[in-house]
């Protein structure tokens, strides 16, 4: 158990429409990131929170956004679903600012999204 | 940018046989290197990482990987596959050219074991 907490572990949705995905990270990590894993882009960063701010942007889409709340859990919201955004999203969290080069990410065991 | 090459989606090899799971990193400076370990219905937890004190690495269950600096490599061994072993491996770099602290991953390969 890393100790990273994702909620809902699977989810079907319709094209259109949104979804909220939810991480707890840690306790003690106050960064948090968000990745989509699919397989034909494998595990691809979308973004990084620090303490509530976004510190780091990948390749995530205008239809998706992200927050990181004061108790430190974050949300990622998908919007307009398409099909193509049926993946795996894991949350991830490291200590401190996690922005060191040596540190190793704790993930969670991730959100199954299908869109239909 | 950083990249990782996972050379083989798949590798099958039998039970007690040696694992050699290969990654190849593109950068001229040399990054931090991990390997990651995603059992079925789980997310990933770290197997080992290197972090320029010693190019050997040892990691949890009996793996291990060398830092190569000449071949850009960091690939992962174990002497005898269990069948526990079963599960998809990534390699990930941080820093290196660009010195970016996010992890870029690999795009995974699959580890079957036979009995």
């Given at each position: 158990d890393s100790g990273v907490t994702q909620t809902p572990k699977h989810l079907i949705?319709?094209?259109?429409?949104?979804?909220?995905?939810?991480?707890?990270?840690?306790?003690?990590?106050l960064s948090v990131y968000w990745y989509q894993q699919s397989l034909d882009q494998g595990l691809q960063f979308l973004i990084q929170y620090y303490n509530g701010e976004e510190r780091a942007k990948g390749n995530i889409l205008e239809r998706f956004s992200a927050q990181q709340f004061p108790d430190l859990h974050s949300e990622?919201?998908?919007?307009s679903l398409e099909l193509g955004d049926s993946a795996l999203y894991f949350c991830a969290s490291a200590e401190g600012s996690g922005t060191t080069k040596?540190?190793?990410?704790f993930f969670g065991e991730g959100s199954r999204l299908t869109v239909l | 940018a950083?990249?990782?090459?996972?050379?083989?989606?798949?590798?099958?090899?039998?039970?007690?046989?040696l694992v050699l799971l290969r990654c190849n990193y593109s950068s001229s400076v040399p990054p931090y290197l991990f390997w990651y370990v995603q059992y079925p219905n789980?997310?990933?937890?770290?197997?080992?990482?290197?972090?320029?004190?010693?190019?050997?690495?040892?990691?949890?269950n009996g793996?291990?990987?060398e830092?190569?600096?000449?071949?850009?490599s960091f690939h992962l061994t174990k002497p005898s596959a269990h069948m526990?072993?079963?599960?998809?491996?990534?390699?990930?770099?941080?820093?290196?050219?660009?010195g970016s602290y996010i992890p870029t991953f690999g795009r995974g390969t699959s580890l079957i074991v036979h009995p």
């Open positions: 949705t319709a094209t259109g429409q949104r979804v909220t995905l939810r991480c707890s990270p840690r306790s003690g990590d990622l919201n998908l919007s040596t540190g190793e990410l | 950083q990249s990782v090459t996972q050379l083989g989606s798949h590798v099958s090899v039998s039970e007690g046989a789980q997310g990933l937890q770290l197997l080992l990482k290197y972090t320029s004190a010693a190019t050997l690495v040892k990691g949890i793996f291990e990987a830092f190569k600096k000449s071949e850009t526990s072993d079963a599960a998809e491996y990534f390699c990930a770099v941080k820093g290196g050219t660009g």
